[in-house]
Nanobody
Framework: QVLPVASGGGSVQTGGSLRLSCEVTGYIRNSGCVGWFRQAPGKEREGVAGIGSDGSYSYADSVKGRFTISRDNAKNTLYLQMNSLSPDDTAMYYC?????????????????WGQGTQITVSS
């Protein structure tokens, strides 16, 4: 069973940086997609960044140039480096994995979800 466990959330001021980590029990290298998602109060869960099994990277337009997703297969760990944070980035962040490749930013296709970690950006 694949079970992501995210950490690294917290509070930061506008313009600050944070790095999220997600240890994925199981075999991250065998996942079709691994990704980061976020959900703000009253909004739908949205894809932030994802990595496909073919090595492709996907980013939401709102985070391109500011966020970087990476993974360490040896440590079964997924990372999200977040720079130039703004209050619009405030949300609960989740890591997730799915066995099938493709559409790595589509939350509805993911099977395995972590418990979420809160990011709060103050102005």
């Amino acid at each position: 069973q694949v079970l992501p466990v995210a950490s690294g959330g917290g509070s930061v001021q506008t313009g600050g940086s944070l790095r999220l980590s997600c240890e994925v029990t199981g075999y991250i290298r065998n996942s079709g997609c691994v990704g980061w998602f976020r959900q703000a109060p009253g909004k739908e869960r949205e894809g932030v960044a994802g990595i496909g099994s073919d090595g492709s990277y996907s980013y939401a337009d709102s985070v391109k140039g500011r966020f970087t997703i990476s993974r360490d297969n040896a440590k079964n760990t997924l990372y999200l480096q977040m720079n130039s944070l703004s209050p619009d980035d405030t949300a609960m962040y989740y890591c997730a994995a799915k066995p099938r490749a493709g559409l790595c930013l589509r939350a509805s296709l993911y099977n395995y979800w972590g418990q979420g970690t809160q990011i709060t950006v103050s102005s």
